[in-house]
């Protein structure tokens, strides 16, 4: 086995792109603050949380208002922040897949590739961590790394903030969502700001526990939900919570000898190598493929990979071990997974582009 080598992130950020990091982030400035206090159009956004979710953590100098959530959505479809003009948010994030990538790799500038399979974004504000391997702390830092990225938008960032303060639309907009000209300070805020208000909880599941609907499941899901919960599959002892994520890091034996570290590549550990963050199960219909390297097309791949006990790498986890379902249960555990799809929030975000 190798040892992991280098302790980056896939994204490598540059000394610059550094101190425009403490800049944004407020360390070297005084911007602990909302700045924006005295700003005119403060109007607070109304964020629905479904039954069953918590509130989420919104920092203190973010604080969700239209104008800040609007300007982010306009900043995530907006293609000039790639070199060529070619690649926005949206072009790897596609609303009508919950906001992930069917491709298993996502296509950057140049038709370069993206080293994992791109992530869904929805229900991100209770995530403590980004990346498959969890190597940046907040949403806000998390915008940097595409722009950046060679293999994804390649510009940089003082390239990035040149670009919007051009741009007359959003002198007006970034006044009234930050009381400020357009910079990278609004610019990683709007855009955390929009993806915060991705949230997804209205499933046929959502509706049976904490809408308390009992008619919506028939009798195969409920089967597959036993399954699911049930302590030869275990699923549920990773994939827990309103979330389906205990935001853990694990390897699931998907290989004998992992390409990429994951974790490993953040804490330079043995035992985090093969280490993924654990996915949200929600929405699994609209964000095939599946897992970090988008390396399983179908659920029923999943399923047979989990009854196999996985490849027995020595960090693999050890929950995952054999078992088998009968072909009935195969089904009812996977009609279970699909009731946590939320065709209500891909139409609703697919439709208002
Ligand atoms: C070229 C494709 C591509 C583009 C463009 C892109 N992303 Fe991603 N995104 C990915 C991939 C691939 C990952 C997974 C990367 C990893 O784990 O190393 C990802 C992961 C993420 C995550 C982490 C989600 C989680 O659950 O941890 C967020 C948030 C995100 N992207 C937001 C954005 C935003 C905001 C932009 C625009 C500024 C953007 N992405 C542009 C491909 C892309
Ligand atoms: C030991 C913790 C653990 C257990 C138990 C577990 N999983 Fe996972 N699951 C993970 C991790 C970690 C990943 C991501 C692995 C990777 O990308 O390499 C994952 C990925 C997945 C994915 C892909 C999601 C996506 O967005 O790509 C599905 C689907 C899934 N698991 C379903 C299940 C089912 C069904 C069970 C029970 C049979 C199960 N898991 C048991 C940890 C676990």
Same mark, same amino acid.
């Given at each position: 086995?190798?040892? #992991?080598?280098?302790?980056?992130? $896939?994204?490598?950020? /540059? ?24 700003? #005119?159009?403060?109007?607070? $956004?109304?964020?629905?949380?479904? *039954? ?6 919104? #920092? ?32 790897? =994030?596609?609303?009508?897949?919950? $906001? @992930? ?15 994992? !399979? ?19 702390? @907040? ?25 919007? *303060? ?65 302590? *030869? ?5 990773? =994939?827990?919570?309103?979330?389906? /994520? ?23 550990? !043995? ?33 047979? =990979? ?5 490849? !027995? =790498? ?11 379902? @009968? ?10 997974? *699909? @009731? ?14």
């Amino acid at each position: 086995m190798n040892r #992991p080598k280098r302790k980056i992130p $896939f994204f490598s950020i /540059s000394s610059s792109g550094i101190l425009i990091i403490l800049l944004i982030s407020g360390i070297a400035t005084s911007c602990s603050k909302d700045q924006s206090l005295n700003a #005119p159009e403060l109007t607070p $956004f109304a964020l629905e949380i479904p *039954k069953g979710f918590p509130a989420p953590d919104i #920092p203190a100098d973010n604080a969700l208002t239209e104008n800040r959530v609007k300007l982010g959505k306009m900043l995530f479809f907006d293609k000039a922040l790639s070199l060529d003009s070619s690649i926005s948010c949206g072009s790897c =994030h596609f609303a009508e897949h919950a $906001f @992930t990538d069917p491709r298993r790799f996502s296509l950057g500038v140049n038709d370069s590739l993206s080293l994992r !399979n791109a992530m869904p974004i929805f229900n991100l504000a209770y995530n403590r961590s980004f990346f498959w391997d969890g190597g940046v702390p @907040t949403l806000e830092l998390q915008v940097l790394a595409p722009i950046e990225n060679h293999l994804e938008m390649n510009l940089s960032l003082q390239e990035a903030e040149a670009r919007i *303060k051009q741009n007359p639309q959003y002198r007006e907009l970034f006044r009234k969502a930050y009381n400020r000209e357009p910079d990278l300070y609004g610019l990683v805020r709007a855009i955390a700001s929009y993806e915060r208000t991705l949230i997804s909880g209205n499933s046929k599941y959502d509706k049976y526990v904490y809408q308390n609907d009992k008619s919506v499941l028939n009798p195969s899901e409920l089967r597959g939900m036993q399954v699911f919960f049930g302590e *030869k599959a275990e699923c549920f002892h990773c =994939h827990t919570g309103f979330n389906f /994520s205990d935001q853990t890091f694990q390897n699931n034996g998907l290989y004998a000898e992992y390409a990429d570290q994951g974790r490993a590549r953040i804490t330079g550990r !043995n035992l985090d190598i093969g280490k993924f963050k654990v996915p949200s199960l929600r929405n699994l219909s609209y964000t095939a493929p599946y897992m970090h390297d988008g390396s399983l097309n179908t659920l029923e791949e999943v399923v047979q =990979h989990y009854m196999s006990g996985g490849k !027995n =790498h020595p960090n693999q986890n050890p929950t995952i071990r054999p078992f088998t379902l @009968t072909p009935e249960e195969q089904e009812d555990l996977i009609a279970f997974l *699909k @009731t946590l799809d939320d065709s209500e929030f891909v139409q609703k975000h697919s439709t208002i582009k």
